[in-house]
Each structure stands twice: as C-alpha cells, then as structure tokens.
C-alpha cells in the first residue's frame, strides 16, 4: 500500500547537523511533489519545505533562514532533509508527506502522511 | 508568507451538535485550502481539499466551503471520533502555511 516512512531523528545538541530520509513506497514517488512538515511538542503544524517531483523547483518556509535543505533521489524514491546549526527551537517530529494529486495537476493538499520522527535539540 | 488565522482556538461540544471552525488568510488564496483531523500521537489526515472537496473515505458530515480570504469547515453532526485538533492550510505555489489548529473538546 502508499507508504511513507521517516527515519533519522535523534537526540542532538545545539550547533550540530542531522539528516531526515522518508522512504517511499506503493507508489510512482517520481510523480509526486513531496513537502517536510513539523510539529514542536504541544504545538501546531508548521510546513518547512516542499521539491517538485524533478527536484527542479523548491520551496523553505522564511522562517529556517537556509539552514535546511530538501532533496529527493527518485531512482531510491527516497526524500531528505539536511538540517544544520540545529536550535532547541528545531526540537519536533518532522513528517513528510505527498501531493494528493501527481506533477501534471501542479501543488496539492496532502493525502498521505508518515508516522514522523522525532528531532530532539539540546545539550 | 501567507498567514492562516482560524476561530476558535478550542471549541468544547456534544455529540450531535453541529461545529463550524473559520480560517482567515492574510491575501486571497482563491480555494487552494485544505482541512485536516489530528489525534494525539497520530499524522494529520486530509478532511477536504480545494475548499470543498471531500477526500475519498471521510464521512459526509463533514463539509468545507469558502473562497478567496475566509472558508470554514462544518461537522454537521458530531461523532465522539470527531473530537480532535483540526488545521487549514492555505497550498500555493510557494508556501503552504498551516493556521493555529482548533482543538474540539467534549462538552
């Protein structure tokens, strides 16, 4: 079935880098935008990042100031997030998720989720 | 960025009664907004897409409306599943930002 899961969360402490992976599956991963969304504990959603299904356009929410990165590798349908100088404000589950709807139809609600990771930042 | 802005925050409720939680947008976004139902622990799920749209296996009570700068999402008759965090998200080319979240609470 369409699955995501998420990988490489951890314990970190401030300064430090870390690198998220979401593992696709059930699905052409090479036809969809994919995005990296996070949750603080107790607190709301907040998007962090989007690629388009090339990898050709990518997005960051202002707030992460080009300390993330997204990419995808379509040949392992895996997508990632390179995360450094990492603040205690980083301290979240990440989660990626897919466009309901494949490219040709351009940006979509997401209708498929991970479980999430857990990032956890301090010293 | 475009900021999303729903009311209330928290709404406590019966089984039955009808809710309506509203979601502002800071500029018109046309009706590229989202609804998703959040359980504690879980991954959001998808509610409704392009304002009104119902994703395939959620209940019909459940219904979204709205365009430009305000939409709101309606659970016709509550369900003791139905108690939950809800958010919307505004999807444009360049951001998709979340509101705040609607916590449903048991009355």
């Known amino acids: 079935q369409v699955q995501l899961v998420e990988s490489g969360g951890g314990l970190v402490k401030p300064g430090e880098s870390l690198r998220l992976s979401c593992a696709a599956s059930?699905?052409?991963?090479?036809?969809?935008?994919m995005s990296w969304i996070r949750q603080a504990p107790g607190k709301g959603l907040e998007w962090v990042s989007h690629?388009?299904?090339?990898?050709?356009?990518?997005y960051y929410a202002g707030s992460l100031k080009g300390r993330f990165t997204i990419s995808r590798d379509n040949a392992k349908n895996s997508l990632y997030l390179q995360m450094n100088s990492l603040r205690a404000e980083d301290t979240a589950v990440y989660y990626c998720?897919?466009?309901?709807?494949?490219?040709?139809?351009?940006?979509?609600?997401?209708?498929?989720w991970g479980q999430g990771t857990m990032v956890t930042v301090s010293s | 960025d475009i900021q999303m802005t729903q009311s209330p925050s928290t709404l406590s409720a019966s089984v039955g009664d009808r809710v309506t939680i509203t979601c502002r947008a800071s500029?018109?976004?046309?009706?590229?907004l989202a609804w998703y139902q959040q359980k504690p622990g879980k991954a959001p799920k998808l509610l409704i897409y392009m304002a009104s749209g119902l994703e395939s296996g959620v209940p019909s009570r459940f219904s979204g409306s709205g365009s430009g700068t305000e939409f709101t999402l309606t659970i016709s008759s509550l369900q003791p599943d139905d108690f939950a965090t809800y958010y919307c998200q505004q999807y444009d080319p360049y951001s998709r930002t979340f509101g705040q979240g609607t916590k449903v609470e048991i009355k």
């Open positions: 998720a897919r466009d309901r709807r494949g490219y040709s139809y351009g940006i979509d609600a997401f209708d498929v």
């Open positions: 500029q018109s976004i046309s009706r590229w």
């Open positions: 690629i388009s299904n090339s990898g050709s356009a990518i």
């Open positions: 059930g699905f052409v991963f090479s036809d969809y935008y």
